[in-house]
């Protein structure tokens, strides 16, 4: 409900700001088909308040507000982007947020491209659509039909590409484009659904009127608001776990010592194949979504190598992870440490013989081998994509 109550105060404000940045590019008429169409399942009130809201926007003057006024205004608009990129984050299990600067750019970027995005692509359809040519195929079967059916469709695919560049750009996590397209195309037509049905309920809702009077039209934008947000907030879920399919097992957010060292062994490996490949050194997010294990899995991962000086952190924004060492300094026993516990006094002596045994086992397998071995070892497999060592929870 948080997002429902930030959303409210600050649509005004924040339509204010892209209403006066879209103005300058002569864009801005986007804005009310835009709000028509998140407020359409409101029923007939739905035009009333569209119209009131643009006359707000149109009415706040943001060159006429001062200084003041004008960072009350922006911290209005970036406290709700921020707020839905904390939610994000939380979905995708990223505890670090942009910096000021970087979130000031970004979120600029999301508030003018959004709607641009939608302008676009519903000018472009109406345009095609409305072509003489186009009219005129329209007579024809089975030619109509298909028409008719893309003109029912494409609502469903702006939505999907809106939703998917939400998805993609507002979590500080690297977002693979298919789990983006996955989480967007439920969204969009839950988005389409849930507005029919949302629909269908408001004209049954004449107990509202009854009631609130003049309010009912307000109790319904909270209501619907909710509905929204909890279908992007769904959709965002949905990307994460097509993204880390791993993370949908059961005790997936328990880790045994197996599983540490399979993450610090993956993710090693993915830097030194960077490293290997000539390319630049990547950071945490990017090289989460390559070896497929979530941000949060990963971190502990992180600061046991950099512990142990084989991962140093770079001074870039956000920071990026390259080797401390040259893969040929680098043993697979260093990185896979023992997982039995050493032998105490009190041991039995047959179980420290036992230990004894795996610990030399373990050091003649892994003692002379390196990460260039590993490397050289993928190379002679011929792994066209490089993978990283295979997950032991992955299926299949």
């Given amino acids: 409900m948080s997002l429902v109550y930030t959303t409210l105060l600050s649509l005004v404000p924040l339509l204010a700001l892209a209403f006066s940045i879209l103005k ?75 910096s000021l600067a970087r979130s000031f750019n970004d979120y600029l970027v999301v508030v003018l491209l959004a709607p641009v995005l939608y302008l676009v692509a519903t000018g472009v359809f109406a345009s095609v659509m409305g072509a003489e040519v186009v009219r005129g195929l329209s007579d024809w079967q089975p030619l109509g039909m298909a028409l008719s059916l893309i003109t029912r469709v494409a609502p469903l695919v702006v939505f999907t590409a809106i939703f998917s560049f939400i998805y993609i750009y507002l979590p500080n996590t690297h977002v693979r484009w298919h789990a983006a397209l996955c989480g967007a195309l439920f969204a969009a037509l839950a988005w389409l659904v849930g507005g029919q049905a949302f629909a269908f309920f408001v004209a049954g809702s004449t107990n509202y009127d009854a009631i609130y009077s003049g309010f009912a039209i307000l109790i319904l934008l909270l209501i619907w608001l909710n509905v929204v947000w909890t279908i992007l907030l769904v959709g965002a879920q949905i990307a994460f776990y097509v993204q880390y399919p791993a993370a949908t097992l059961p005790g997936a957010g328990e880790l045994d010592e197996s599983d540490a060292e399979y993450h610090a062994l993956a993710l090693l490996h993915a830097v030194a194949r960077r490293h290997h490949d000539g390319l630049a050194p990547a950071g945490l997010e990017t090289l989460a979504s390559t070896i497929g294990i979530p941000v949060a899995s990963l971190r502990n991962a992180v600061r046991w190598l950099i512990a142990q000086d084989l991962l140093v952190r770079s001074t870039d924004d956000p920071p990026r992870l390259v080797l401390a060492r040259a893969p040929e300094q680098i043993t697979l026993e260093t990185i896979l440490t023992p997982t039995v516990t050493p032998a105490s006094s009190r041991t039995p002596p047959a179980i420290r013989s036992l230990i004894r045994q795996l610990g030399e086992a373990r050091h003649a397998v892994l003692g002379k081998q390196t990460l260039a071995d590993l490397l050289r070892h993928e190379a002679s497999l011929g792994d066209p994509d490089h993978a990283s060592p295979q997950d032991p929870h992955a299926v299949g």
């Fill in 24 to 98: 300058a590019f002569g864009a801005h008429n986007v804005a009310e088909p835009l709000i028509a169409q998140l407020l359409a399942p409101l029923g007939p009130q739905s035009a009333e308040l569209t119209e009131r809201i643009i006359g707000f926007v149109e009415n706040m003057k943001v060159g006429v507000l001062g200084s003041v006024g004008l960072g009350f205004l922006l911290y209005t608009v970036v406290s709700l982007i921020q707020k839905i990129e904390r939610a994000f984050n939380q979905i995708w299990r990223v505890s670090e947020a942009r």
